[in-house]
Structures are given as structure tokens and as C-alpha cells.
């Protein structure tokens, strides 16, 4: 398995701010994933990072309002800029392992973010 | 594009009692993997069981097995002896095999009341 770490676990951020939340691996790993699960939802991919390269963004996601930096094997940062209401919702990253159980996808504890 | 389903927004089971979670999921790909994540009320993302498509065998993990029906798409979770623990909400999700991006396809989820 993996242990994800992921900071800050909540917070309550102003309208129009910035917020940068923070993905560790206790291992290296090819891919990283973040979701967003907004409130009473279902989880829905924002982008695909992989180290040394651009993120993969889903449709509906834009570089400008969720970029994201992996600098190495083992992190990553997610933003949300210019943030709103509709902003609220739990960020979650995700890994997966290959060569462990290729397929297997392993979870932080998610950010839950409120912008009031 | 790959679509899950889950058709069973909340369900509830008796503790001790038995109780099967529905699934359904579209994709033209031969080979791909299922999954039944489960979300505590903690927010972190616990794999329940794993299925490969090109396995014919039904997975199982002690109390949690699965039928799984290829031809019909369907992939229901079965939940054995349920405990006042196994209370969350319940994800089916998707991932392509060996695609350029293993990423998850999430259902919307059924939230499962386990009754003492």
C-alpha cells in the first residue's frame, strides 16, 4: 500500500484568495491524481500529474483556476485560485502503484475546503 | 466514453444480515478493472475489492464478494454479515487497463445505514 499525507486536511478560506494543498508519498510513484468530490457527490478527476511533465487536465478544468506543480516522484501541489462558493468541496490526490497492484488506486484523506 | 452507474442512492441492512450494492457501467474496452471503494464518515477512500475483467472468477475478500457479470456490465457488491461498521458511502468505479492515464471513473455512490 501507500501512505499519502495531504495538508491542510481543512480550511476556510475568503472569496478571491488562493489556496495551494499539498500531496506526499511515502514512495515514489508514476502517476498522481486529484479529485474533486463536491458536497454530496461523487468524485470527479481534475487532472493527471506526472513528474517532468505538463499536468493532463479533465474537460472542464483549466490550468488557470487549478494549476499544479510535481516537482519529483513523491509530491505534489494542487491550487485553487480566484476561488467562489461553488469552490467548496473535498480535494482528494490519489496514486498508483505499479508494479505493486497495477490498478489499484490508494487515497489521502481529502482537503475540505469552504470559501466564504 | 466509460459512464458507472449506481442506481441505489442509500440503502440500509439489519447488523448480521446480508445486503448487495448494484452496479452498472458502459464501455466499449474488453479489458479494464472494477472497483468498490468505501468513504467513512473520516472522508478517506478505502478500497473494499478489486475485479479484473478478464478474470471469470467473482472476487472476494472476506465478507465482500462480487458478481460480476460481463456481458451484462454489471458489477454488484455483496456484503455479508454486515457490521455497524461497514456504514459509509459505498463508490463503484472503473479504470481502463493499460491506458495512457489509470484513471478512476466513479458511480455517484449508494450510502449504506447499518441498523443494530
Known amino acids: 500500500s501507500a501512505v499519502i499525507s495531504q495538508k491542510p486536511s481543512r480550511d476556510i478560506c475568503q472569496r478571491g484568495t488562493s489556496l495551494t494543498i499539498q500531496c506526499q508519498v511515502d514512495?515514489?510513484?508514476?502517476?498522481m491524481f486529484w479529485y474533486r468530490q463536491q458536497p454530496g457527490q461523487s468524485l470527479t478527476l481534475i487532472a493527471t500529474?506526472?513528474?517532468?511533465?505538463?499536468?493532463?487536465?479533465e474537460s472542464g478544468f483549466v490550468i488557470d483556476k487549478f494549476p499544479i506543480s510535481r516537482p519529483n516522484l513523491t509530491f505534489s501541489t494542487l491550487t485553487v485560485s480566484n476561488m467562489s462558493p461553488e469552490d467548496s468541496s473535498i480535494y482528494l490526490c490519489?496514486?498508483?502503484?505499479?508494479?505493486?497492484?497495477?490498478?489499484?488506486?490508494?487515497f489521502g484523506q481529502g482537503t475540505r475546503l469552504t470559501v466564504v | 466514453a466509460q459512464t458507472v452507474t449506481q442506481s441505489q442512492p442509500e440503502m440500509s441492512v439489519q447488523e448480521a444480515e446480508t445486503v448487495t450494492l448494484s452496479c452498472t457501467y458502459d464501455?466499449?474496452?474488453?479489458?479494464?478493472?472494477l472497483f468498490w471503494y468505501k468513504q467513512p464518515p473520516s472522508r478517506q477512500m478505502i478500497l473494499v475489492i478489486r475485479?479484473?475483467?478478464?478474470?471469470?472468477q467473482n472476487a472476494t475478500e472476506n465478507r465482500f464478494s462480487v458478481n460480476f457479470q460481463k456481458a451484462a456490465k454489471s458489477f454488484s457488491l455483496k456484503i455479508s454479515d454486515s457490521q455497524l461498521g461497514d456504514a459509509a458511502m459505498y463508490f463503484c468505479?472503473?479504470?481502463?487497463?493499460?491506458?495512457?492515464?489509470?484513471?478512476?471513473?466513479f458511480g455517484t455512490g449508494t450510502l449504506l445505514a447499518v441498523q443494530p
Open positions: 475485479q479484473e475483467a478478464y478474470k471469470q
Open positions: 468505479a472503473y479504470m481502463n487497463y493499460g491506458g495512457a492515464t489509470n484513471k478512476l471513473i
Open positions: 514512495s515514489q510513484v508514476t502517476m
Open positions: 464501455t466499449s474496452e474488453s479489458d479494464y478493472y
Open positions: 500529474a506526472n513528474q517532468g511533465s505538463e499536468a493532463t487536465y
Open positions: 490519489s496514486v498508483d502503484r505499479y508494479g505493486q497492484a497495477v490498478g489499484e488506486a490508494f
